[in-house]
């Protein structure tokens, strides 16, 4: 006779975070990285991030006022979190600049170990977070990101893409997507003149939406050969965080699981209005990556996606890796547990073996596409 056994109580499992528990937050949950969740009480962040103070619909002025304001507070945040940190010695710095084709010039900072000039090596072009919309390219803590993976052993190119605001005004999209395909294009025809043989595109949050959308044109364009891989790091992609909280659950159910865990989704949805005013490319692939179809995305190189447990973005970064699985694209997945958006990149102090981990794996993946030799 064939026995089946119970559960030993009629219990159900809670949901996670305020999926189970809206008045859940971060510096309560179980889940948290202790060191994290420390670092980010020095700096009043452990508490639920709050709500922009007018929705997506106020008037534009007023919201390219907001992100403004954002700007300059997340700019505050990094230059504290990298204030300790001293330019590394062992890695050189030069200034490029690439044309594009609305006219303007694209700063590239070239990054590469100290007495290599002249040597070939595998290249990362480096496309850096804040919703393509904030955050400078050159603050100290991109910079330091892209010495640290300089150092060991690749060239790193940080395109200082336009942001869709800025204080030279509102540039929305595709206006930052261009300067990024059109800096691709110049690198991969000025391989000799950087020292790369190879080319992967990199990028954490609005820098991993950019680089999927840049593979992306890039295909629609016939220039994918020039892209060896990408390593989207907790891709900012499906512009869905105004979506009412029912669509978010039966969706993307961390947009409400891991809201206000260091981003308030109406706040992203501020940004994502700056970014597409018209609101005209909801579901434009080269806008928002999650849209992009398995036709889309059959013939891409190797990607690898990454994304946080505790990260309100977290199932759009799942979703895009299971398309390139069903695409056929050679992808891999990781997941960092009980980090918030971004953590392993910005708190390196507290999460320094994260972070480590991290800038090797980045290291490994651009070293394993380069040509042998």
Not at 153 to 177: I, M, W, Y
Not at 250 to 260: H, K, R, T
């Amino acid at each position: 006779m064939t026995t089946t056994s119970e559960p030993t109580t009629g219990t159900a499992t809670p949901q996670p975070g305020r999926l189970g528990d809206p008045a859940a937050e971060y510096r309560t949950d179980d889940r948290a990285d202790r060191r994290l969740r420390e670092a980010l009480a020095r700096y009043g962040l452990d508490a639920p991030a709050a709500p922009p103070p007018f929705p997506r619909h106020a008037p534009l002025e007023d919201r390219l006022a907001f992100v403004r304001g954002a700007h300059d507070a997340f700019e505050q945040l990094y230059a504290a979190v990298a204030a300790e940190e001293t330019h590394r010695d062992d890695v050189t710095r030069t200034t490029h600049t690439a044309p594009g084709r609305e006219g303007t010039g694209i700063p590239l900072y070239v990054f590469r170990p100290a007495g290599t000039e002249g040597r070939p090596l595998p290249g990362l072009v480096y496309l850096h977070g804040g919703g393509m919309t904030i955050l400078d390219c050159a603050n100290r803590l991109h910079t330091r990101w892209c010495e640290d993976l300089a150092a060991t052993g690749l060239v790193v190119v940080a395109v200082d893409f336009r942001n869709a605001v800025s204080t030279d005004g509102h540039a929305p999209f595709p206006a930052g997507l261009h300067d990024c395909a059109d800096a691709l294009t110049w690198l991969d025809a000025h391989r000799d003149e950087i020292g790369a043989t190879s080319l992967v595109l990199q990028g954490e949050s609005g820098g991993a939406n950019l680089c999927l959308a840049s593979a992306l044109l890039a295909k629609r364009e016939g220039r994918l050969a020039a892209i060896a891989g990408v390593y989207a790091m907790v891709p900012y992609i499906s512009g869905g965080y105004g979506w009412d909280d029912d669509a978010k659950r039966a969706e993307l159910p961390s947009l409400v699981e891991n809201e206000g865990w260091f981003l308030n989704t109406l706040m992203m949805d501020l940004l994502v209005s700056a970014y597409d005013p018209a609101d005209e490319h909801r579901r434009d692939p080269l806008a928002w990556p999650y849209f992009a179809t398995v036709e889309d995305l059959t013939g891409m190189p190797p990607h690898v996606v990454t994304v946080n447990e505790l990260d309100p973005l977290r199932d759009e970064g799942i979703a895009y890796y299971r398309r390139l699985q069903a695409a056929g694209v050679r992808a891999t997945g990781r997941v960092n547990l009980g980090l918030t958006h971004a953590g392993e990149l910005i708190f390196k102090t507290a999460v320094g073996d994260v972070y480590d981990a991290t800038i090797a794996d980045i290291c490994r993946f651009a070293r394993s596409l380069a040509p042998a030799g």
